[in-house]
């Protein structure tokens, strides 16, 4: 299934979950850190954001667009870390 789509309904839509994920979205999360541990996950991230800023192949070529996606790396991290307690403290439960 494509991650983007350009239909305006489909905006702020989830577009990769099927109708039972997003009836029960816990499961991806547990699926995902069954699959991944946190640091694993910091180092995708930052080798990907590395890779953007860098490389001379890098879609970010103005200074603007890596502050940009340097911005976003920091704020996909976060987001992770709090889905990662979560996701621990609900196996407390």
Known sequence: ???????PEWHNQPLRLSEEERDNPRVIIEQFFE???LQEVRE????????IVSSS????Q?????????YFYE????LVE???????RSDLI
Do not use: C, P
């Open 35 to 37: 699959s991944y541990h």
């Open 57 to 60: 192949r890098s879609i970010a």
């Open 44 to 51: 995708i991230l930052w080798n990907w954001m590395v890779e």
């Open 1 to 7: 299934m494509r991650s983007v789509n350009k239909h």
């Open 82 to 88: 709090a889905v990662f307690l979560i996701n621990q």
């Open 75 to 78: 704020k996909i991290e976060t």
């Open 62 to 70: 103005e200074g603007r667009q890596r502050n940009d996606h340097i």
